[in-house]
């Protein structure tokens, strides 16, 4: 009797000592996920700011082709005055000062197409560095979504395995 005491005893500690190990790990995994549900909301508007950035994206993109094509109309219109000093089309001549003042308005015209095509590009870049950005940032959100998954399920299994041992105690 006092030998089966003794090892009800033992088998009483023993398992008090799994359960300690496995209530140990169990608050380990609670903190990380505590941790992954903070870093989780921290990026959470990470994938709507990326769509955010590829739409504004495409408009820049967008308004560079345009601000293209009406740089190269206003170098052609500028090309045919400097080459022609009679109408093609119905061979009357083109006043020289109209010429000139012509040439003149659409130089300053390609002047700004052309700088307003590098603050264009100036922009683009920074709004590819910025989806680049977060884009690194989504997959560091889908990293912490799936670590939480793991470490719920994890967490699950443990308070499992301390029930079977609560219950085998008592």
Same mark, same amino acid.
């Given at each position: =009797?006092?030998? =089966? ?5 033992? $088998? !009483? ?6 359960? @300690? ?11 990380? %996920? ?13 994938? !709507? ?15 560079? #082709? $345009? ?7 206003? /170098?052609?219109? $500028?090309?045919? @005055?400097?080459?022609? &000093? ?6 009357? #001549?083109? &006043? #020289?000062?109209?010429? /000139? ?5 659409? #130089?300053?015209?390609? &002047?700004?197409?052309?700088?307003? =095509? %590098? ?6 870049? $920074? ?13 560091? @959100? ?16 443990? !308070? ?6 609560? &219950?085998?105690?008592?």
């Amino acid at each position: =009797l006092a030998s =089966l005491q003794l090892d009800s005893s033992e $088998k !009483i500690e023993e398992l008090n000592k799994k359960r @300690f190990e496995k209530q140990t790990a169990y608050d380990i995994l609670v903190a990380e %996920d505590r941790e992954l549900s903070d870093r989780i909301i921290e990026l959470s508007g990470a994938s !709507i700011k990326s769509k955010e950035l590829v739409s504004k994206h495409t408009n820049l993109v967008g308004l560079q #082709s $345009k601000i293209k094509g009406n740089l190269q109309r206003a /170098e052609k219109e $500028k090309t045919f @005055f400097a080459n022609n &000093d009679v109408c093609p089309t119905c061979s009357q #001549s083109i &006043d #020289s000062h109209f010429k /000139e003042t012509r040439m003149g308005k659409l #130089s300053i015209k390609c &002047d700004t197409f052309n700088s307003g =095509l %590098d603050q264009m590009s100036s922009e683009i870049i $920074k709004v590819l560095n910025s989806i680049e950005i977060a884009e690194e940032a989504v997959k560091k @959100f889908n990293t912490a979504m799936n670590k939480q998954s793991i470490v719920r399920s994890s967490y699950k299994m443990i !308070i499992a395995a301390m029930e079977a041992i609560d &219950d085998e105690i008592e």
